[in-house]
């Protein structure tokens, strides 16, 4: 549990990557971590692209707004970006029908696989940023990504040029009622 919790307190969100290849192996490891996600009945509704193409690449940063997203040079310079789908209609549903009052439950699905890229990759001494400011329908053509399916976001991932100290956080008992909520 110790070595859990290390890697959640020093992951950060890495910007800047060293041009240094991620190896296939590499990679398979952090696939290998969504596949193992939890998600709604086990319905896996996730698909993931893995882009190592420099034109595609430069495709997906073209989504993204050039002033205003610190990732936008990110898109190109990381050596991998991971574009994470999902499809639709299945996690939150039964019999087709929804069965929650939030509707799609995709996205604490995706979510999830995206908590295991992050500190898997970081176990792995790579860097990753989750983007999800840009125009997803654009990233969508670049990837070709069928109906039926929605872009989430995109994980550039490499191993880190520069990383930064962590941010103030909370205390526990800003954030934690036990038993009934709590007026702080």
Not at 47 to 54: G, L, S
Not at 59 to 85: E, I, R, T
Not at 111 to 126: D, K, M, P, R
Not at 140 to 163: F, H, R, T, W
Request: charged share 20%; proline share 5%; aromatic share 8%.
């Amino acid at each position: 549990m110790n070595d859990l919790m290390t890697l959640i307190q020093n992951r950060r969100s890495v910007r800047k990557y060293e041009q240094k290849p991620v190896s296939d192996d590499m990679l398979e490891q952090v696939l290998e971590s969504v596949r193992w996600a939890p998600s709604w009945a086990n319905t896996q509704c996730w698909e993931v692209i893995a882009v190592r193409d420099a034109a595609i690449k430069e495709q997906l940063q073209a989504s993204l707004p050039p002033k205003g997203n610190p990732a936008y040079k990110a898109m190109v310079n990381a050596p991998v970006v991971l574009v994470l789908c999902a499809k639709l209609g299945v996690s939150g549903y039964h019999k087709g029908n929804v069965t929650t009052k939030f509707g799609e439950w995709m996205m604490y699905d995706l979510g999830i696989a995206t908590q295991n890229i992050c500190l898997t990759a970081y176990s792995l001494g790579l860097g990753t940023v989750v983007v999800g400011l840009f125009d997803h329908d654009k990233a969508a053509q670049v990837i070709q990504m069928p109906d039926g399916y929605e872009l989430v976001s995109m994980i550039p991932m490499g191993y880190p040029a520069k990383s930064g100290s962590a941010p103030a956080r909370k205390a526990i008992r800003e954030f934690t009622h036990y038993e009934k909520w709590q007026s702080k």
